[in-house]
């Protein structure tokens, strides 16, 4: 049943050949789709990286007054840390704190100068064992002396994840419909493919050649344009985290950023998507031509 | 080799092409069909080479009842089958070796077979020297002729000819019919639809004619005509 592959890839390009602009829709199309399906899983993977960063990191922050007694502050580390709800505790003192200020804005060297080392509070870093119970901790330490602010961080980040949803969820959407677009585009282009080629398809069904035979390189020809589009795809992600995503290092240091690992991760997933839909679409495309 | 068994075929319920139609040809029989346009001589063709199926009746070639063969074995079938039209269905942009070849290749034949086998065929049908002209610069005849050798180049059992000489002149006809004869001496089964009186009634080979899809004569050395 061997095929001599000559003749699956003469076929194949002489098609890809025969409508160029046919083709430019189909592969631009399956591009963006990709390309948006490969952002929506970095903003995903993005996320997850956030999310295990302030899991390692901090919680709340309890900032301190600055005329806070070295008594009144034992007092409060141990009141905290006998909490059950508690984790750990860590205390920050205004050199630390301020040498943390340098260092996350370190490309910004006139904020850092604004800001005197004095300025920063001294504060007591506490992990949670369970997020949730940020109320019945702060309750218990609200009208303690010595307690300037009580900020609960996990609230902070869960701001930015409702918003990082709706993004994703969108993100997706867009990319399903501009998939289903891309499949119906390449299904268009085999088609006319099929077209073209009718005389030597009735030939072949005339002289005993099997359907697999008549249809692969209608198939070689849809997967190659969904390949091409996934191709280009890969590509941009690369091009956009070089240009977008890598300056974000210098500007804002704290957050961990999506690296060159994560984009080839996408790799497999954009190429089987790129298969799966172009499959999908050559197979339908041919069907109806091919009944005997 | 082939055998109709009370077979029927009916258009969309209302056109009757083939009635009641029995037949059986032998192993290396060659039989012409005749009878006017629409009596029901292509769709015999199609229904032998599966491209239609009989609304009812048993239709056997060689052997096989070919009413219950799956979809997929039916290129097989037609492995067994040559056949030739009367506007050839050659490919336009290749060349005559090309054409043939083609047969060959689409069903999975190595290539030292195919460049074995297409030049003696070009050469039994009286083309070895014009392996690498277009169709659109051969004659008639000439295109006939690729396709006859395409048609017989995989050495099937049946030729199945319709209206081969349909667009060709009285003696381009004659040496088609020659050719014919040729395949048909090698030991293959030929079965051709015609309406060229001449031709029958030169050949004297068995006739059987069909009117509005019935079969009215099955006659060994036939004529075109009634009589004989």
């Known amino acids: ?274 298969v799966l839909v172009s499959v999908a679409a050559s197979l339908l495309a041919t069907r109806k031509f091919l009944e005997v | 080799m082939i055998k109709l068994d009370h077979v029927h075929k009916v258009y969309k319920d209302t056109v009757t092409a083939l009635d009641d139609v029995s037949i059986e040809v032998t192993k290396g029989e060659f039989v012409f069909v005749v009878g006017p346009s629409g009596s029901g001589k292509s769709t015999l063709i199609s229904l032998l080479i599966r491209e239609e199926q009989p609304s009812s009746g048993e239709i056997y070639v060689a052997g096989k009842n070919i009413g219950n063969l799956p979809n997929w074995k039916v290129p097989y079938l037609r492995r067994n089958i040559g056949t030739i039209f009367q506007d050839f269905k050659l490919l336009p942009d290749k060349t005559v070796y090309d054409n043939v070849a083609f047969a060959l290749e689409v069903i999975g034949r190595p290539r030292h077979v195919i460049e074995a086998r297409v030049p003696e065929i070009l050469e039994l049908v009286g083309l070895g020297d014009k392996l690498s002209n277009f169709p659109n610069e051969l004659s008639g005849g000439e295109q006939q002729r690729v396709s006859i050798a395409r048609a017989f180049v995989s050495r099937p059992l049946i030729l199945l000819a319709d209206e081969p000489t349909g667009n060709l002149d009285p003696s381009t006809s004659v040496d088609i019919m020659k050719l014919l004869d040729r395949i048909n001496r090698t030991g293959t089964t030929v079965l051709m639809a015609t309406h060229d009186n001449a031709i029958v009634d030169a050949m004297r080979r068995r006739v059987i004619e069909l009117m509005d899809g019935k079969v009215v004569r099955d006659q060994a050395r036939g004529v075109y005509g009634y009589g004989a």
């Open chain 1, 1 to 274: 049943m061997a095929r001599s592959p000559r003749y699956f890839l003469r076929e194949t390009f002489q098609a890809l050949r025969r409508n160029g602009l046919v083709l430019f829709a189909a592969v631009s199309t399956a591009f963006v789709a990709l390309f948006l399906l490969g952002g929506f899983l970095l903003v995903r993977q993005e996320v997850n990286l956030v999310v295990a960063s302030t899991e390692a990191n901090v919680e709340v922050s309890i900032y301190l007054q600055d005329t806070i007694s070295p008594a009144q502050q034992q007092n409060l580390q141990q009141m905290i840390q006998r909490m059950p709800q508690v984790a750990t505790v860590g205390y920050e003192s205004k050199a630390e704190a301020y040498a943390r200020f340098k260092e996350i804005f370190a490309n910004q060297p006139a904020l850092v100068e604004n800001v005197s080392p004095d300025a920063l509070p001294a504060s007591f870093r506490v992990k949670l064992k369970d997020p949730q119970q940020f109320a019945v901790v702060s309750q218990q330490l609200v009208g303690q002396p010595g307690i300037d602010k009580i900020v609960d961080n996990q609230q902070l980040y869960n701001r930015l994840f409702a918003v990082t949803r709706i993004f994703r969820v969108g993100m997706l959407a867009v990319a399903v419909i501009m998939l289903i677009s891309a499949a119906a585009l390449i299904g268009n282009t085999v088609r006319m493919a099929v077209f073209a080629r009718r005389r030597e398809i009735g030939v072949m069904r005339l002289v005993g050649a099997t359907n697999w035979t008549i249809r692969v390189p209608f198939l070689l020809e849809g997967i190659i344009e969904g390949m091409l589009g996934a191709a280009a795809a890969i590509a941009a992600l690369f091009i956009m985290k070089a240009w977008f995503i890598d300056p974000l290092h210098n500007n804002v240091g704290f957050l961990p950023l999506i690296s060159t690992r994560d984009i080839l991760y996408t790799v497999p997933f954009l190429l089987v998507a790129s």
